[in-house]
DNA sequence: GATGAATGAGTTTTCATTCAT
DNA sequence: CATGAATGAAAACTCATTCAT
């Protein structure tokens, strides 16, 4: 499974990128993400990517066409592939339990962003920003991805895996506290990874929370 | 109990302001947490302020210098406050369990950016950027926040009302999902506040996670 | 009777100008008539008036906003003025001719381009391209010039001086040349003004063409 | 007899243009009447042509040479040929007198113009921008058109027929009007052509002005 | 003959900042 | 204390032009 964001472009939409053009794509991220959108001087890009600044324009038209050309097939890439690969196999295996799910599709989710740090951290920074992206990204979020997971944790739930509450309350509660884990790991404390010993404990806190269970003593 | 952050500082820091300083002030909040800091000008500022763009340089110096002078104060106000006031009372307090400390906390830091949500914003949105302002924030973070909320946990840990995992690790989590919960309602999303209903969704989440208890059947 | 344009604005609209402002309208009018507007650059305006190019921009905003600023008042200027002042004093006169009003009509516009040349030169050029200008000029023209003209030439052709064709008619010819007249002098020829032998052969013209008359031999 | 400018060139010059030079042709011609060449970029004559700029500035080496290449055989086109093909017959003609001149003369020519306005747009509106252009035209003017229209008018001042007035008065009274009359119609009004209607207003016009003759009543 | 790729040198415009009054 | 006026520096963006293929 390739996880590489702009690999898959590449392969998914035949664009030929010229070497220079590959220069401006990878130093638009570097900056985007080190330093936030607004911060970045097109003639900062061009420097870094050692081409003209003219040349970013001839293929973007604006700075802000830019952005959207890095971060909107990310967001058509992130969520769609969650499912189609990993996911079906998981709930089709045999022991399938909601604690599988969780843990594989954290590990598919963790490795993806993994592979395309730098573009999520620009993904998360502009988000908080810009109407225009958040208007490509809630269609995605509300379209492919909830009722994705919608379908998964009424399957658990229906087999008495889960508590006996909502499932879009269960759902917020899980895409906040998994978001807000991801986010904090991989924009904040800008890590490289998140290991399986955190995963596990993340899936541990998800399961069963923080309070000693009555049968531990 | 006041929480509003400026008579906070009003009383706490004796600074008076002048009617135009103050319009300055909120100004540059209201801009800076719709807009973000970088695509705010100082052109803009006055226009809504209805000041000269002069006076704002007289008073702060620098641009950065006004958003420090913004977001600072808050910081020092936001995590101190949380103690001083409320919390050791909770801990003192009869049936003190660590819910109840939980439900305290939440409603108490949830009262308090409800009252100051552009500021928070501005805070969440410019501490991802700003490395000077992580600066500002780490430390009171490391040596305020972390000791007191282990100090509680450590308390509830010894009372046996806690899962038996480093204190670390829980603190993590519960920050990692707290804040997490807090910046999607209040940044991302835009909520006015919270209700108590969610309060005690998370609540419950927290203490006993999603997985349906052998004894709920 | 002062004709020059940027005094009467002056004391119309009460402006006042610094000195760098001033210089920016002379040397915007001056390099506009030269060059065209679009062969000038806003860095070149800044040379010529020794100002920055900031400064241009503080006050106009646009580049394009600085021409409509420097031509809108002079065609708000140019054909009202024409009749308050001394066409009615023409009309009342007790010797008052169709050729009289045209001899006063035409040294009365003469005079007021030629204390007003490269602004007029400006209008001439650019209204030809730009459908902005001709939305502020058509008006004006439809509702102050062609009634007021159409007023004296309804009332000569009462009088029995004007040839019997339809008034609109001899309008439309009257602009045609008088207009093709005045452009080509101070627009094509760049002519500082135009001699009054010049204004009396265009009047002879006008009144009775170029056919030798019957009553000439 | 064949106005078409193009056709004309075609024939003349014996240029073979590929179907793309052709459409560079058109596509410049189109735009530069339509916004003038200062506001007509290389790349929009290029995509409107559907060709690539390469090929433009392969062929015409300049932007500046293209308007040149476009305009000087239109200007060497435009006033020799009123004469060798219809005026000649016009003055050998039986019942030939200046007003059948002026007709043949004005209807040739705005069939001419009819057949070729956009380029006859691009002609005006440059000619006054561009001393280049100016330089072109004005030698053909003197040495072509003056002393041809001279020869004409001295002719039927001989015969009696027109004002006793010097003859470059005469050329130039002329002259202003017809232009003005002309440019007027199809460059600021942007009309398709002037009818017949019309051309006889202005014969009658240039002929006995608008004064109404004492042979009228 | 045609073009995709690339750019140097501009262009308009923005902006934080200064200073005399 | 307040501000109108002014700007250097840099921002985003444009454009005529070149050149290897």
């Known amino acids: 499974m390739n996880n590489n964001l702009f690999n898959e472009i590449l392969s998914a939409q035949s ?84 604690e599988g799910f969780l843990r594989a599709f954290l590990k598919n989710r963790i490795e993806f962003i993994t592979g395309n740090k730098e573009i999520f951290q620009v993904l998360i920074k502009e988000i908080i920003y810009k109407e225009e992206l958040k208007k490509e990204f809630l269609p995605y979020f509300h379209e492919i991805v909830i009722p994705r997971i919608t379908k998964f944790i009424a399957l658990f739930k229906e087999r008495g895996e889960l508590i006996d509450i909502p499932i879009d309350k269960i759902l917020k509660l899980l895409f906040t506290f998994i978001s807000g884990f991801i986010v904090s790991h991989f924009v904040l404390l800008n890590k490289e990874s998140i290991s399986n010993e955190e995963v596990e404990d993340v899936i541990c806190f998800v399961m069963d929370g923080i309070r000693k269970s009555s049968s531990d003593h």
Chains 1, 2, 3, 4 share one sequence.
């Open 15 to 98: 664009i030929k990128r010229t070497v220079k053009q590959q220069r401006i794509v990878d130093a638009s991220i570097r900056l985007f993400s080190e330093k936030g959108y607004s911060n970045t001087s097109t003639a900062e890009i061009a420097k870094v990517a050692e081409v003209s600044e003219a040349s970013i324009f001839k293929q973007y038209g604006t700075k802000d066409n830019l952005l959207l050309s890095l971060i909107v097939p990310y967001i058509k890439e992130f969520f769609p592939s969650l499912a189609n690969e990993a996911m079906d196999q998981i709930i089709s295996n045999a022991d399938s339990t909601f």
